[in-house]
């Protein structure tokens, strides 16, 4: 109890003396160009639409469960009845000739009926490469001739059922995004947070970008080295962050006390990176050493 105990006051002396350390940090901004999705093919750009999907009403089995959607024949009456459902609500969406007005009725019908999961969200489907889509959704949209904000496509069948879709955009691929980005941000005279309101998917963005200060030794050793390469005031090179590219700005560089969401950070992990730092220097100098035979 009493090796406990001391182990304890060692663990919370390690801990505080982590905290009460000023730490080296940046204020940053950055602008964040988007991947639709970790490892899709987005050379030829992305879309973004919402859909209302009408699913057939499918027969109950002999236990009195719901057959599955795959086993429906595709001649059962029950797909010409959404097909005739997405057709009135195509009909019916089309026929508002505002586009506001059609997007807020959109919305409201996807949330109202449509059986996908994206019904919750009025049917927004968000940014998507072509291939991330069952072949006839995408065709309807990458096939269209030069569809508009606030179309209406379809109803078109899939192996899910009939989808009613609202076109929203088209943009560049990722690669073209962030040239099109760098390209804007070497212009004289251009400033960072301009930028970064209207070409960053960040949700800071809208703000200019800022992302307050940030712990350099969190941030990952590209965007250190990134950093280190450019002067206050200065965009870094891209990094690529798995989930998109985001290109920085370094606004200020102190020591600094760390927040609270930091400190909490510090305070989960201190005590284990000063014990792993120890005992594998133990290792290193034989101080220590480990019975491969128990791992046998």
């Given at each position: 109890?009493?090796?406990?105990?001391l182990?304890?006051?060692l663990?919370?002396?390690?801990?505080?003396?982590?905290?009460?350390?000023?730490y080296?940090?940046?204020?940053?901004?950055?602008?964040?160009?988007?991947?639709?999705?970790?490892?899709?093919?987005?050379?030829?750009?992305?879309?973004?639409?919402?859909h209302?999907?009408?699913?057939?009403?499918?027969?109950?089995?002999?236990?009195?469960?719901?057959?599955?959607?795959?086993?429906?024949?595709?001649?059962?009456?029950?797909?010409?009845?959404?097909?005739?459902?997405?057709?009135?609500?195509?009909?019916?969406?089309?026929?508002?000739?505002?586009?506001?007005?059609?997007?807020?009725?959109?919305?409201?019908g996807?949330?109202?009926?449509?059986?996908?999961?994206?019904?919750?969200?009025?049917?927004?489907?968000?940014?998507?490469?072509?291939?991330?889509?069952?072949?006839?959704?995408?065709?309807?949209?990458?096939?269209?001739?030069?569809?508009?904000?606030?179309?209406?496509?379809?109803?078109?069948?899939?192996?899910?059922?009939?989808?009613v879709?609202?076109?929203?955009?088209?943009?560049?691929?990722?690669?073209?995004?962030?040239?099109?980005?760098?390209?804007?941000?070497?212009?004289d005279?251009?400033?960072?947070?301009?930028?970064?309101?209207?070409?960053?998917?960040?949700?800071?963005?809208?703000?200019?970008?800022?992302?307050?200060?940030?712990v350099?030794?969190?941030?990952?050793?590209?965007?250190?080295?990134?950093?280190?390469?450019?002067?206050?005031?200065?965009?870094?090179?891209?990094?690529?962050?798995?989930?998109?590219?985001?290109?920085?700005?370094?606004?200020?560089?102190?020591?600094?006390?760390l927040?609270?969401?930091?400190?909490?950070?510090?305070?989960a992990?201190?005590?284990?990176?000063?014990?792993d730092?120890?005992?594998?220097?133990?290792?290193?100098?034989?101080?220590?050493?480990?019975?491969?035979?128990?791992?046998?």
């Open positions: 109890m009493e090796l406990e105990a182990a304890d006051r663990e919370q002396h390690i801990t505080d003396e982590a905290l009460a350390t000023d080296a940090q940046v204020r940053l901004s950055e602008i964040f160009i988007e991947r639709s999705s970790a490892g899709s093919d987005d050379s030829v750009g992305e879309a973004r639409a919402s209302i999907l009408y699913q057939p009403e499918v027969p109950l089995d002999e236990e009195g469960e719901a057959i599955d959607l795959a086993d429906l024949p595709a001649d059962d009456p029950a797909w010409e009845a959404a097909e005739a459902e997405a057709q009135a609500a195509a009909d019916e969406l089309a026929a508002i000739e505002d586009i506001d007005e059609r997007l807020a009725a959109f919305a409201e996807g949330a109202a009926e449509s059986d996908g999961p994206s019904g919750p969200d009025g049917g927004d489907l968000g940014w998507f490469a072509r291939e991330m889509m069952v072949a006839p959704f995408s065709d309807a949209i990458w096939e269209n001739i030069d569809p508009a904000q606030g179309d209406i496509l379809g109803p078109v069948r899939t192996q899910f059922g009939w989808h879709i609202l076109f929203d955009q088209f943009r560049s691929s990722l690669d073209v995004r962030v040239s099109e980005v760098q390209a804007v941000l070497a212009e005279g251009t400033e960072f947070a301009a930028v970064a309101r209207e070409y960053s998917d960040g949700p800071e963005g809208a703000e200019g970008g800022e992302i307050g200060w940030q350099e030794e969190f941030l990952g050793d590209e965007v250190v080295v990134a950093l280190s390469a450019v002067e206050i005031g200065e965009p870094t090179e891209p990094v690529d962050g798995g989930d998109g590219y985001r290109i920085y700005q370094k606004l200020e560089e102190a020591d600094r006390p927040d609270e969401e930091d400190a909490a950070e510090v305070r992990s201190a005590f284990g990176e000063w014990y730092e120890l005992y594998f220097d133990a290792l290193d100098d034989g101080t220590v050493s480990i019975d491969e035979s128990i791992y046998e």
